[in-house]
């Protein structure tokens, strides 16, 4: 059974920093591109951002483009996002998943493209 185990949510002020990681098995991580999606309260689940199998391409919704980094590290099975100046608004529960067997530059954005998900992991940002 495929596990994506997400690390590094919790509490910061407005115009802080966090770093999600998402880490899973050589074999599912080197066979996916990996993505961060997000749910706040009330909402329906978003997309965030995605990397794709070779790493050579990111793809960013409109509200992380260039605040948030998305990057993998093969040598860890790991995936990072890299939120900076956050808003109040990035509060949510954070997802990361992983569309398997995928081409090596294909960017999926669309949750129903995602084969695993991990459980989630609250980011809470304050005003």
């Known amino acids: 059974q495929v596990q994506l185990v997400e690390s590094g949510g919790g509490l910061v002020q407005a115009g802080g920093s966090l770093r999600l990681s998402c880490t899973t098995s050589?074999?599912?991580?080197?066979?996916?591109?990996m993505g961060w999606f997000r749910q706040a309260p009330g909402k329906e689940r978003e997309f965030v951002a995605a990397v794709s199998r070779s790493a050579d391409y990111t793809r960013y919704a409109d509200s992380a483009r260039g605040r948030f980094t998305i990057s993998r590290d093969s040598a860890e099975n790991t995936v990072y996002l890299q939120m900076n100046i956050l808003k109040s608004e990035d509060t949510a529960v954070y997802y990361c998943a992983a569309k398997y067997y995928a081409g090596s530059y294909y960017i999926p954005h669309k949750d129903n493209e995602y084969d695993y998900w991990g459980q989630g992991i609250q980011v809470t940002v304050s005003s």
């Open positions: 050589g074999r599912t991580f080197s066979s996916s591109a």
